[in-house]
């Protein structure tokens, strides 16, 4: 099992900054790859970005690239998602999520993801 933790979220302004905290314990040698994943209400799950834990490479929905930007600190087995530039269209509750392994084209697939955080809530206003 993998417990995941989300937190840093909160209300800012458009075109504002925060920083998403994924806090990972457990079995996590099982997870080789943490994605982002947001929905907003009404709206399907999304995949925002994740990071290939084995050798950090990082891969971005094409909403968020250029302004989201994940990272990793494996002393500390935390993923990061830092947002900048941020839009009203942003808001959804985002989840960090684990699945064994990702690769370019192969990491938005909600069904591969085998481990979820609870959320946390992200708003901008315009």
């Known amino acids: 099992q993998v417990q995941l933790v989300e937190s840093g979220g909160g209300s800012v302004q458009a075109g504002g900054s925060l920083r998403l905290s994924c806090a990972a314990s457990?079995?996590?040698?099982?997870?080789?790859?943490m994605g982002w994943i947001r929905q907003a209400p009404g709206k399907e799950r999304e995949g925002v970005a994740a990071?290939?834990?084995?050798?950090?490479?990082?891969y971005y929905a094409d909403s968020v690239k250029g302004r989201f930007t994940v990272s990793q600190d494996n002393a500390k087995n935390t993923v990061y998602l830092q947002m900048a530039s941020l839009k009203p269209e942003d808001t959804a509750m985002y989840y960090c999520a684990a699945r064994a392994w990702c690769s370019r084209g192969y990491w938005r697939a909600m069904s591969d993801y085998n481990y979820w955080g609870q959320g946390t809530q992200v708003t901008v206003s315009s």
């Open positions: 457990g079995d996590t040698y099982r997870s080789n790859c």
């Open positions: 990071i290939s834990t084995r050798d950090g490479s990082t």
